[in-house]
Nanobody, 115 residues
Framework: QVQLVESGGGLVQAGGSLRLSCAASGNISRINVMAWYRQPPGKQREWVAN???????NYADSVKGRFTISRENAKNTVNLQMDSLQPEDTAVYYC?????????WGQGTQVTVSS
């Protein structure tokens, strides 16, 4: 079984920054994809960014140039540096780990950006 625990959420003013972290534990395949999703209030969950085991990254257009995803394979962690935050970035942020066995989700962490 795989467990994911996010941390680093909170309240920030528009234009500010936050750094989210997610630690994975359990039976983790070395070949995997780690990602961040978010669910704004009253809206559907949406993909934010992902990073493959070889460190290749992809971003949603809405966060490109403002968010940076990174990972530390030795520690099975993934981070999301969020800069120039805007009120529309307010959401519950979830990290995921996808392996050949399936996709695992964390419990989520709240990010609130005030105007």
């Amino acid at each position: 079984q795989v467990q994911l625990v996010e941390s680093g959420g909170g309240l920030v003013q528009a234009g500010g920054s936050l750094r989210l972290s997610c630690a994975a534990s359990g039976n983790i395949s070395r070949i995997n994809v780690m990602a961040w999703y978010r669910q704004p209030p009253g809206k559907q969950r949406e993909w934010v960014a992902n990073i493959i085991a070889n460190y290749s990254t992809n971003y949603a257009d809405s966060v490109k140039g403002r968010f940076t995803i990174s990972r530390e394979n030795a520690k099975n962690t993934v981070n999301l540096q969020m800069d120039s935050l805007q009120p529309e970035d307010t959401a519950v942020y979830y990290c995921t780990l996808t392996t050949s066995r399936g996709t695992y989700w964390g419990q989520g962490t709240q990010v609130t950006v005030s105007s």
